[in-house]
């Protein structure tokens, strides 16, 4: 089976490895097509793509993660982007000023409580354009604030803790249309995280997001159980959604997810980006 992973973070967002180091760890696990969804940016894909030219038998995908407010918070994927289209850059320029607003609040309320950070420190944790949580997150280690990143998120930065401060989220119909105006189709982001945990509620709101736009769904991914599993699939073919997987993976931020097999169960074959591709033919030809 040709397999693929279709959720992988790179240093240009929040993942430890630079598109070189994950296209050729890609390579090394033997995936035929992985794909860049990067949160907020695309700034990775153009050296993803040349190395995956240099090595040979592996497919680049060019994506973007976007977080949306909708029930609670939401990710959107976007696949087959045309990176270089100037209403997606100007887009994605705007959500890169969102996550500078939040980092600055977010750097404020550490201050407040006697804790020093500088744009500058986090500035030193990433390799790429934009900070996240996960670069706080590894700023408190080196600082000894805190042991690990779970500690980190728990204390410091995950919903409800003491630093938190909730980003300035688009509406998913502003975030899949951008997608889609782009030439790329968007896919709903491992739907086990939303707010609807019902089938009949969950029903409702992919009903209403495939009416925005929305292509698919991510059936597969490192944090779905078989019965999450089962629940989306019979959902995305109730509703002639596309089904899609991916590993989320982000490197050592998350060390228990490996490229390509999550947690060690997701296996995911080329058919699906297969279907996905057809889905973007009919709506380019529509």
């Not at 944790?125 to 604030?145: D, N, Q, V, W, Y």
């Not at 509406?171 to 189709?185: L, R, T």
């Not at 009903?207 to 999450?228: A, F, P």
């Amino acid at each position: 089976m040709k397999r693929i992973d279709l959720h992988s973070h790179t240093t240009a967002s929040d993942g430890t490895l630079t598109p070189r180091e994950l296209i050729k760890l890609a390579k090394k696990q033997g995936l035929e097509a992985i794909a860049i969804t990067d949160h907020d940016t695309v700034s990775g894909i153009k050296e993803a793509k040349a190395v995956a030219e240099e090595i040979g038998g592996i497919e680049v995908i060019p994506g973007v993660e976007v977080s949306a407010d909708y029930y609670g918070e939401m990710h959107i994927l976007g696949y087959f982007l045309d990176i270089h289209d100037p209403v997606l850059q100007v887009r994605l320029e705007e959500l890169k000023e969102i996550r500078k607003r939040r980092n600055h609040r977010m750097i404020g309320r550490f201050q407040k409580r006697g804790i020093h950070l500088t744009l500058e420190e986090l500035e030193s944790e990433t390799k790429g354009e934009l900070i996240g949580r996960p670069h706080f997150a590894s700023l408190l280690i080196k600082k000894g604030l805190v042991n690990t990143f779970q500690e980190a998120f728990n204390k410091y930065l995950a919903h409800g803790s003491l630093c938190y401060v909730a980003k300035e989220e688009v509406h998913p119909k502003d975030a899949i249309e951008m997608i889609n105006k782009s030439g790329g189709v968007a896919v709903l982001a491992h739907p086990v995280f939303l707010k609807a945990k019902t089938r009949l509620k969950l029903k409702s709101l992919f009903t209403e997001l495939k009416e925005m736009g929305l292509t698919g769904i991510e059936v597969y991914h490192s944090d779905h159980s078989w019965k999450h599993r089962e629940l989306f699939l019979g959902l995305a073919n109730d509703l002639d959604l596309c089904v899609t997987g991916g590993s989320d993976y982000h490197g050592t931020h998350k060390p228990y997810i490996n490229l390509g097999v999550g947690r060690g169960n997701l296996s995911l074959s080329y058919d699906l980006l297969d279907r996905l591709r057809e889905k973007q033919s009919l709506k380019l030809s529509a």
